[in-house]
């Protein structure tokens, strides 16, 4: 028998690497140790849960600790931080509720995930301004906008006592979410559902920076419609007030809130990889090779916090998804478990509700990005609709496919409308990973019926427009 797998990290990579190398091979101790009180929870569901679409943070979790340690007999550990990995030795130390201990390990899986960048504003510290990435902000959070109790939740987030004061005094009624990414506008969405008049800053000219200026421009007009003010090409200085943010400073512009939301990116967590001599890539995550293995063979890194190869470009990446994260720790634990299996490539496929609108990327969808990745892109952006045009209830959908003029691979989408696009886009995140070309893709075989396509399906449409 080996001897024990130990992963740090409890959440999507972690978990998904503990409960695939358990199954394959049962006779294998598999510990994992988790810094936090929560295991294998949906963070994507945050802004969901602030919104309310989502009642409690327990609704979040897909498998509690009890099943994880008495259904899948896998030994684990919340509250239990690593604090350095002795990579001569194979052990890990731990520091748990009753103190510091080593671990020895004969695999080493890393899945310590990332962590919210703050930026080096002024009045970050004050209350009433957050980030969002664990389960307790949005708790907090909620706090702060009186949905509920602050008491519980608000003093543990570190935001101050005065912001349990605060919240049971005021009702905020201005918010300022900073950065343009998916987290901001799907929290733009959740405080304009409460009520609250919402700024939104993005120091770039778009939002959505990963899906591109077509589409993004199409969400930017329905941001609008929803009484977003939108502040575009406006990098914020910092946060002003007395205890508690009163209002945002960004160059001559000082836009009063209550209330202020850092959303400008995540960075891996690479501290603990670092330390131990494991090598990080050109992207600042951990290097992996195609099964996962960082420079030392024994030591694995998943999730957040390691690089993919990405399908088009061939180069390394760092994309942060949770599919990403729960496919690469479930390819680690077969691989650990006598299996070698591939993490796979990736390709950035992801997906954004943005109030009344879904949009949707996959591949490398901007020419500059293209070209700086050695292709000649060339690029169309068409409008189609939904359903076919006599079914009620059809939509438009504007498909931007950049594909290369050499090879006439496809390279990538986006895609916006307000239905039909967000599992629409996986038929070319399909044809990325089959290497097709743009004339392959305008020729496959998609279905077909009044309520749900035209007979040329957008996707089909925009390979046609392009070849
Ligand atoms: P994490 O989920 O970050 O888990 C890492 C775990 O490691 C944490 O629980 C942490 O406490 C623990 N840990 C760290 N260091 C140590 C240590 N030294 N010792 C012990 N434990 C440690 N992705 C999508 O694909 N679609 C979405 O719609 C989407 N929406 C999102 C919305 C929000 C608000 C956020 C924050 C993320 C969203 N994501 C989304 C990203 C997705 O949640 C992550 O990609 C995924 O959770 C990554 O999983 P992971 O296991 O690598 O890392």
Not at 226 to 255: F, K, P, R, S, W
Not at 374 to 400: C, K, L, M, N
Not at 415 to 433: N, P, S
């Amino acid at each position: 028998m080996s001897g024990p797998f130990v992963i740090v990290g409890g959440d999507a990579a972690g978990m998904s690497a503990a409960s695939k190398a358990k199954r394959d091979d049962p006779d294998r101790d598999v510990l994992v140790f988790e810094k936090g009180e929560w295991v294998s929870y949906g963070a994507c569901g945050l802004p969901y849960y602030v919104k309310g679409d989502v009642e409690t943070l327990e609704d979040l979790v897909s498998v509690t600790p009890e099943a994880f340690v008495e259904e899948r007999g896998i030994d684990l550990r919340t509250n239990h931080e690593v604090t350095a990995i002795d990579r001569e030795r194979r052990t890990v130390t731990v520091e748990g509720p009753d103190g510091a201990f080593d671990q020895e390990y004969a695999d080493l899986l890393i899945a310590t995930g990332a962590h919210a960048v703050v930026p080096p504003f002024d009045g970050m510290d004050l209350d009433g301004v957050f980030t969002l990435h664990d389960m307790n902000e949005a708790a907090a959070i909620r706090g702060y906008l009186g949905l509920d109790a602050p008491s519980a939740s608000l003093p543990e987030t570190g935001y101050g006592e005065a912001a349990a004061e605060y919240a049971e005094s005021e009702q905020p009624e201005s918010v300022a979410v900073i950065g343009g990414g998916y987290v901001g506008i799907e929290m733009a969405e959740a405080f304009a559902a409460h009520g609250l008049d919402v700024h939104l800053f993005e120091m770039l000219p778009h939002t959505l920076q990963p899906f591109g200026a077509a589409a993004a421009t199409v969400v930017e007009d329905h941001l609008r419609e929803q009484g977003v003010d939108l502040h575009l090409d406006t990098a914020v200085d910092g946060m002003v007030g007395d205890g508690h943010v009163e209002a945002i400073a960004a160059g001559d512009l000082t836009v009063p809130v209550d209330l202020a939301l850092v959303g400008v990116g995540v960075a891996p967590n690479t501290e603990l990889a670092e330390a131990a001599g494991i090598e990080l890539g050109p992207t600042g995550a951990i290097a992996t090779d195609e099964y996962g293995r960082t420079n030392d063979e024994h030591v694995f890194a998943a999730g957040d916090d390691a690089e993919m190869t990405h399908v088009v470009t061939g180069e390394p990446d760092h994309v942060p998804l949770a599919l990403t994260a729960n496919r690469a720790g479930r390819a680690i634990g077969a691989t650990v478990a006598g299996d070698p299996t591939p993490v796979g490539e990736i390709a950035g496929t992801a997906a954004v509700k943005a109030f009344d609108l879904e949009v949707a990327r996959t591949g490398v969808v901007d020419e500059e990005a293209a070209r700086e990745a050695g292709f000649d892109p060339v690029s169309v952006t068409i409008t189609a609709q939904s359903r076919a045009h006599y079914y009620p209830g059809d939509e438009e959908i504007q498909v931007t496919l950049l594909g290369d003029r050499e090879s006439e691979r496809v390279l990538g989408a986006s895609m916006v409308g307000r239905e039909g696009v967000a599992k629409r886009i996986d038929t070319v995140a399909t044809a990325l990973y089959a290497g097709m070309t743009v004339h392959q893709l305008s020729y496959l075989d998609l279905a077909y019926a009044p309520p749900f396509s035209p007979v040329w399906d957008p996707v089909l449409t925009a390979g046609k427009v392009l070849d």
